[in-house]
């Protein structure tokens, strides 16, 4: 194990175990032997290094330099601080401060169908329907953030829909950061029923410039014929370092989409495993890194193929400015019993720079005959007749690559169908854009 785990860290664990004083009835033992397994993965693991093949394009020891010890439950934040990231067409908004659930910034609109709130707080009326999904997707075994987020598990988001229940309005997770050399761990378990539809976001934001570490892990859990449409945006400052985990599990003809926004961040690294565990399953995910100066941005992604008749696409973008660096690794698993698999995957990459770096590497591995395949990656600088055309219309130089790598990242943004959100990110793009 590494010095960063040290005796007051392992202390401040066992601490977060359940106790006779809190919810640790009979009934949550499951909770305390799911926070003692994870503190001893947590033990037996350490952080990754250049020399594991996963993280051999991502250095991620500048963490070891930050304090380790978790965020405080202290919020100094009033509604009107925060107004101007709320979501117009949401009804039900969670807001977390430093990874701690807030009641008096949240909102939230009671429906029987629908069951949204802080899991440590429903943990007590909803724990034979958490019990089943918490920890079970995430695997913490072999990812020590991880295990770290399981052993620290107090507050997160619980999203729960009900059998053949469409909700129209999307449920906001809003994590805000305002501290600064702390870790918080940020927690979201979505089980759709039999013939669900939802729509979610999550939201990580900083309302302060200093470092931090933010680790989540989300949990998603699709019966058959049920729907969930993801919208995960990044935009931590620049000097945080954000790892984050998010697994889904997708049974008969379900349908999961998802869109992940990277941002900010110094270091980040999102990893994202999705199953698709039974005939006719269908996997949408759709992604854009907009980095520059020396930010880092890893993004992994293994969609796996269990069973026949499944469908999967996927389209990552990057665009990379002054000499920062993106990762993507991009898998898709046909197992032997996917016959009839039809996936498509496609990493494009535009470089602003003559420092910007890109490692890329989409692949498959199929062990079925019978399917329908493809994977591709470009790399590459704007292009020079675009920019011709641009300035012969009266553009500048300047204004022609502002437009066309703002066109770039455009094309994925504009498939995100909620407008307030949509507006908001198109603003931090163009603006970026513009000030290279």
Known sequence: MNDIVCHDYFESLLQLLPNKDSNSTEALSWLKQLKADAIDQVGKQRLPTLRDEEWRFTDISPLTKLPYRPSLAVCNLQLADIEHLFLAETNNRLVF????????????????????????????????????????????QENIFTAQNTAFLQDGALISIARNTSIAAPVHLLFIATQSEVTSYARCLLVGDTGSNVTF???????????????????????????????????????????????????????????????????????????????????????????????LSDTHTNIDHLKPNGTSQQQHKCIIDDAAHAV?????????????????????????????????????????????????????????????????????????????????????????????????????????????
């Open 201 to 295: 976001i999550e939201d990580f934001v900083a309302l302060q410039e200093g470092a931090y570490v933010t680790n989540a892990v989300t949990e998603i859990c699709l019966a058959a014929n049920a729907q969930a449409k993801h919208y995960r945006i990044q935009r931590e400052n620049n000097k945080a370092f954000h790892l984050a985990n998010c697994a889904v599990s997708l049974a008969h003809a379900s349908r999961y989409e998802s869109i992940n926004i990277a941002l900010g961040a110094q270091i980040s690294r999102f990893n994202f495993d999705a199953k698709l565990t039974d005939e006719a399953a269908e996997c949408n995910i759709d992604g854009l890194t907009l980095i520059a100066d020396k930010q």
């Open 97 to 140: 401060v430093d990874g701690h659930y807030v009641p008096e910034l949240s909102d939230i609109i009671d429906n029987e169908n629908l069951i949204v709130g802080n899991l440590s707080e429903l943990l007590a009326t909803q724990s034979s329907s958490i019990q089943p999904h918490l920890g079970q997707y995430a695997k913490f």
């Open 328 to 436: 993507f690794n991009g898998k898709i698993m046909v197992r032997p019993q996917a016959q009839q698999t039809n996936s498509a995957q496609s990493s494009r990459n535009l470089l602003l720079s003559s420092q910007a770096h890109v490692d890329t590497k989409p692949q498959l591995e199929i062990f079925a005959d019978d399917v329908k395949c493809a994977h591709g990656a470009t790399v590459g600088q704007l292009d020079h007749e675009e920019l011709f055309y641009l300035q012969s219309r009266g553009l500048s130089e300047n204004a022609a690559r502002n437009l066309l790598t703002y066109a770039f990242g455009a094309e994925i943004i504009n498939r995100i169908p909620i407008s307030s959100l949509r507006q908001q990110l198109e603003q931090i793009v163009l603006k970026q854009t513009q000030s290279r």
